[in-house]
């Protein structure tokens, strides 16, 4: 694997993405505002376009159940809505899902936080098997971006004394880690508070990790 394919930034850069807008709490920061009055377009789940709307953000799709969408959004926007019924996954699933059947693969997701903690978790760990069919997917909140280690050995760019937290699926990973104020070392993580509030020396830092299975990664943004 060669460096460039190993090199991974944490934060959003410029290049255009389609971004995923849950419904949960609206953007509010620069970085989120930014990332959203950028994107290449904009796949709503049904619940969140109305939000978007609201700000003044048109949806080039409207994915879900509909069952957060008022008739008359419903009527307005019906040449843009995927309308997809089945309960076994949520709309955020959904919306991903017709982006990957569009070709979509540079994805950003908004406003996955926020509201109801449950869906936040779960819109959180479901990230983890987005990143199996596009890696550079991240999920973006007010305060810091998650994204998906897959292979060991990448290094991560950031500033120094940023504020990482590192999450596990796998209690039967062994972690070790580079350039973290508080090391790693072939650590088993059982619960997801144990390798969270870490802080970087320098302007990166890496993971060893032993098994083929992904790494959840969050990096706070600096604060001002």
């Known amino acids: 694997m060669t460096l460039q394919n190993q090199l991974r930034h944490c ?14 709490a609206f953007p509010q920061s620069a970085k989120t505002l930014s990332i959203l009055a950028t994107a290449q377009r904009l796949v709503c789940c049904d619940g969140a376009a109305q939000q978007a709307l609201e700000h003044s953000y048109v949806p080039d799709l409207i994915v879900g159940d509909l069952d957060s969408l008022s008739s008359e959004l419903r009527e307005k926007y019906s040449d843009r809505i995927v309308c997809l019924s089945e309960q076994e996954t949520n709309d955020l699933n959904k919306a991903f899902q017709v982006c990957l059947a569009n070709g979509w693969r540079k994805l950003t997701i908004l406003g ?14 479901r ?19 998650f994204f998906v280690a897959s292979c060991s050995g990448g290094i991560f760019i950031t500033e120094p004394r940023a504020q990482v937290s590192i999450f596990s699926f796998d209690p039967e990973q062994e972690i070790t ?46 604060r001002k």
């Open 11 to 24: 934060v959003c850069n410029d290049i255009p993405r389609t971004v995923i807008l849950a419904n949960g």
């Open 177 to 222: 880690s580079h350039g973290l104020k508080y090391p790693l070392t072939a650590m088993r993580l059982n619960r997801w508070y144990q390798a969270t509030l870490n802080e970087t020396l320098e302007q990166e830092f890496s993971l060893d990790f032993t098994k083929d299975t992904p790494i959840l990664i969050y990096i706070a943004d600096e």
């Open 127 to 145: 990230l983890v098997d987005f990143a199996k069919e596009t890696p550079d997917i991240q999920l973006v909140t007010d305060d810091g971006t």
């Open 112 to 125: 996955a936080t926020g509201r109801r903690e449950d869906h936040t978790l779960g819109n959180i760990a």
